[in-house]
Nanobody, 125 residues
């Protein structure tokens, strides 16, 4: 049974930082696509960042470029999202997702099969 488990969310003030983790169980990130998504109340789920673990290829949404960094730790089978210079508009539930067959369009949620349960990020002004 595949499980993706997010952690690291919390409440911070604007300008602060958080690091989210997405640990996989029953699933190997090796050679896989992993994405981070977020969804604010009343809004659609949007892609934030994604990584192809085999080539360490990363893609970012324009709204987070230069502030967020996605990375992987193969030994821990975990993908991270380092979030710096956080803004109130970054407030959302953050989810990780994984699949082996994503390819181009890794910021689109519909291409992923496996999802975590989410972790809340709240940024106050």
């Amino acid at each position: 049974q595949v499980q993706l488990v997010e952690s690291g969310g919390g409440s911070v003030q604007a300008g602060g930082s958080l690091r989210l983790s997405c640990a996989a169980f029953g699933y190997s990130y090796s050679g896989s696509w992993v994405g981070w998504f977020r969804q604010a109340p009343g809004k659609e789920r949007e892609g934030v960042a994604c990584i192809y673990t085999a080539g360490d290829i990363t893609t970012y949404a324009d709204s987070v470029k230069g502030r967020f960094t996605i990375s992987q730790d193969n030994a821990k089978n975990t993908v991270y999202l380092q979030m710096n210079s956080l803004k109130p508009e970054d407030t959302a539930m953050y989810y990780c997702a994984a699949d082996w067959r994503v390819g181009v369009g890794c910021l689109f949620p519909d291409v992923y099969k496996y999802w975590g349960q989410g972790t809340q990020v709240t940024v106050s002004s």
